[in-house]
């Protein structure tokens, strides 16, 4: 079967409707959509399980294995297979991701930690030459920005204590689309036609991704992976060493050594991967409990520290038409990311004071650094541990690619899983049907600041990179009751801040939400998106000093509600994303 229905920017939901799919809810009298200048959409509601994803191919694999009775984690594990093939410059094989994962059957918590790994033979000064940084495209494109893989011992790992159905019958869906083909979306034409240059440099790729005069294949083309399905199948049968060990790990490392600025990530670096399980950071907000992956992952961090800057100001009075609101959701930001950008990375390697920068304390003498008539320019980081004399600021540059999906099984288990290969294509080295991560770029380029202080972030042997992926969990009254999540690169901070924002304090439906113009500040310029009712709000925010740029802002925020027995989820209308569930 070849399903042909995709939902774009612009296009109509015409096909609610139809069996299988769930019904909308109604809309309330706020029409966040109208503001942000995309066709508006409704919320989908369900009673038993739903999945989100941000392709409907993706979000109708994970949707079988929910109506076949799977878990959560089983609906997950078949759409991000699907992820990889149908939206492959966003997330797939060669890449990773974070879960946070809620389980009904103890009410625990748990963050499943499938980051890349730089090489054993990784070097600090490995992005430098002649003492400076490389040009950032520079060290994308290159055999050196490749990490070691973690999405399939993630997956594996989270299956093996969260699965339900069988491994194999995960992958069949993906499979199944690789061989009869599937087509070319507008987004993936889109980034096609974005990255051309790039991809036709890398021959692999280029005669994937592209037709025999070079150009991107047209939207509706039929394109086929069989080397995909024969790598899902080995894998299906074999579990995931089947990817790690042997000849589909060797034609890895060759494909990285053999680009011509060759990498040096080894076979024994395969070998050696393991996915982590870890306690997530949880933090409060206005009464609720939100959690998500600790670092490496920066994402929840941050956006626990802006939320608890935000709980001192009426962020509910204010409502999302507000230049103030506007303007406190900025300052929080700043000061969120200026503590991000000296305090967080792997913690294997670097302390990173969690607690601390979580402390209600210290994000109270924080949020009196704001003052409501005027911007605080560049926030400097905070002190919580006695740590700020010892750190420096490294330079790392995330891009917006990535992908997010959300689940909930019809026995109350509760997934949000955001997973990545980096920039658009990654490294854009193609090896077997699926394309290599470039996430060794999130770590900071240089090793040391400019007063010769090391960086946390700084590339280090076997060491995973810091990430802003925010997969995150709200619980009220200790049950589940938000699953959300973007891609969007250090954008996801805010993204993700914005949308829970919406729900806890806007009293905004899920959809209603996620569809809010997106805005803040990465400790630079205060950014909003461009095309929506925020940039109206430009002059006034110039005239309380913010420094101000209207940008595109392309996330692909996946959310779900569960309330009252009822789920609501919403797809971002940027994105071709879909909702469905029973």
Known sequence: ???????????????????????????????????????????????????????????EAGYRMLRAGGSAVDAAIAAQLVLGLTEPQSSGLGGGAFMVHYAARDGRMRVYDARESAPAAARADRFMRDGKPLPFKQAVNSGMSVGTPGLLRGLELAHAQQGKLAWRTLFQPAIELAIQGFEVSPRLHAMLAESRDELLAQPAAARYFLGPDGRPWPVGHV???????????????????????GDIAQDIVAAVRAHATPGDLSVADLAAYRARTREPVCGLYRGYRLCGPPPPSSGP???LQM???????PMAKLGPRSVQAVHYFAEAGRLA????????????????????????AYLARRA??????????????????????????????????????????????????????????????????????????????????PEGRPVANRVQANKRPRSSMAPMIVLRDGKPYIAVGSPGGSAIIN????????????????????????????????????????QDMLPALQGMGHETRAVDFPSGIQGIVIDQGRLVGGADPRREGLVMGD
């Not at 019904?23 to 369900?46: D, F, I, K």
């Not at 939320?307 to 100001?313: A, D, P, Q, S, V």
């Not at 991000?340 to 792997?346: L, P, Q």
């Not at 077997?432 to 060794?440: A, V």
């Open 301 to 303: 961090l941050a956006v």
């Open 1 to 59: 079967m070849r399903i042909r229905f995709w939902i774009g920017i612009g296009a109509a939901c015409a096909v609610w409707g139809a069996p299988g799919w769930a019904q909308p809810a109604a809309h309330e009298s706020l029409n966040p959509e109208a503001a942000s200048g995309y066709v508006a959409r409704q919320a989908v509601t369900a009673q038993r399980y739903m999945v989100a994803t941000a392709n409907p191919l993706a979000t």
């Open 495 to 534: 993204y993700v801040a914005k949308t829970l924002v919406g729900v806890l304090d806007w009293k905004l439906d899920i959809q209603q939400a996620i569809a809010l113009p997106n805005m803040g500040s990465r400790n630079q310029a205060t950014e909003v998106e461009r095309g929506t009712a925020l």
């Open 337 to 360: 990311f200026a503590d991000r950008g000296f305090y967080v990375a792997d913690p294997e390697f670097v302390r990173v004071p969690v607690e601390a920068m979580l402390d209600p």
């Open 368 to 449: 009196a650094l704001i003052h409501p008539d005027r911007a605080l320019g560049t926030a400097l980081p905070g002190d919580p541990a006695g740590l700020l004399a010892l750190r420096g600021h490294g330079n790392a540059l995330e891009v917006p690619s990535t992908s997010h999906i959300a689940a909930v099984d019809g026995q109350g288990n509760v997934l949000s899983m955001t997973s990545s290969i980096e920039s658009a294509f990654g490294s854009k080295i193609f090896v077997r049907g699926f394309l290599l991560n470039n996430e060794l770029t999130d770590f900071s380029l240089s090793a040391q600041d």
């Open 223 to 245: 394109l086929k992976n069989p080397d995909y399905a024969a790598v899902l199948r080995r894998v299906a049968d074999k579990g995931a060493s089947a990817f790690y060990h």
């Open 307 to 313: 939320l608890g800057i935000l709980e001192h100001f």
